[in-house]
């Protein structure tokens, strides 16, 4: 089993869209978890962390379910500029390498 | 702002030939690393730095070494390049306690 799965889609949708990705970790021990976005021809960054208790970045909400080892990312109201690759990304046993899944497309369409 | 820096955002090699690819970070990160990232396969370590002059294996270290002398900068080598080697090549650096991982902008190696 792969250490980090995503449906790699694309997922094609219309703006105003409400979109949902969701990722599963195979390393139950795994303490981090996170969704990073990379643009085409550019470098993974950042988007939020997530956490136990779910957490809320304006339109982005991401969710963990630690007895399942998922995790989700909702994007509300979609925009022409979330389109990109979202990385599902959990740290490693060792604590100082980060895990990366394959990535899932958005592309949003007007 | 932190900063990573690679020397090179496009390269092209033959086989056999040594390369370098250099990576440098501004922010004072104990930890660095090196992924290459190929279409359906996503992102694979190939070798990571916690500290001037440690290394690990990451997943795909075969073919390669790396070199950290100094704690800003974090070398791969490519020892005979071959074309299975063409790849996006992705340095990042992280700071210890922080799980944040800052990437530069890659370097697109084209091995002939």
């Known amino acids: 089993r792969k250490e980090v799965e995503q449906d790699p889609g694309p997922f094609n949708v219309p703006e105003g869209a409400t979109v949902a990705f969701n990722c599963t970790y195979s390393n139950s021990a795994s303490q981090s978890f996170f969704w990073y976005r990379q643009d085409c021809r550019k470098e993974p960054k950042l988007l939020m962390s997530?956490?136990?208790s779910g957490n809320e970045d304006g339109r982005f909400t991401a969710q963990l379910n630690r007895a399942s080892q998922y995790i989700s990312l909702l994007i509300r109201d979609s925009k022409l500029s979330d389109s990109a690759t979202y990385l599902c990304?959990?740290?490693?046993?060792?604590?100082?390498?980060?895990?990366f899944g394959k990535g899932t497309t958005l592309s949003v369409s007007s | 702002d932190v900063k990573v820096t690679q020397s090179s955002r496009y390269l092209v090699k033959r086989t056999g030939e040594k390369v370098f690819l250099e990576c440098v970070q501004d922010?004072?990160?104990?930890?660095m690393f090196w992924y290459r990232q190929d279409p359906g396969l996503g992102l694979r370590l190939i070798y990571f730095s916690y500290d001037v002059k440690m290394k690990e294996k990451g997943d795909i270290p075969e073919g390669y070494s790396v070199s950290r002398e100094k704690k800003e900068r974090f070398s791969l080598i490519l020892e005979s390049a071959s074309t299975n080697q063409t790849s996006m090549y992705l340095c990042?650096?992280?700071?210890?306690?922080?799980?944040?991982?800052?990437f530069g902008p890659g370097t697109r190696l084209t091995v002939l």
């Open positions: 922010m004072d990160h104990e930890n």
């Open positions: 990304v959990v740290n490693s046993q060792a604590g100082t390498a980060l895990i």
């Open positions: 997530v956490y136990s």
């Open positions: 990042a650096s992280r700071p210890d306690r922080v799980n944040e991982q800052f």
